[in-house]
């Protein structure tokens, strides 16, 4: 990757350093994961508007919704605070 723009901000370093190979899996992500996407009626939840569906690493989707939980005032609990399996390498640094 080229070097990376000032509008990266303090991610410069980790968007220089991303491996696009790291995102490719053949695992259906919705890639736009939120609470208006998700339908809940007693037990059952569903989600919809798939307008942004692709094909990637299992860990994306996951890794897409964490900073909107955070935003709404959810705390990572102690034994989730690494890295789910296939996560690129430096994920971590994400967490500062």
Known sequence: MEDSPAEYGRYGPLVKALDLDELDGPTLLHADLHAGNLLVDGGRCQV?????????????????????????????????????????????????
């Open 48 to 96: 919809v508007d798939w307008s942004m569906a692709c094909r990637g690493a299992a860990w994306v989707d996951v890794a897409l919704l964490v900073p909107r939980l955070v935003d709404a005032g959810h705390t990572p609990c102690r034994r989730c605070r690494t890295s789910p399996p296939g996560c690129p390498r430096g994920a971590q640094r994400l967490r500062t």
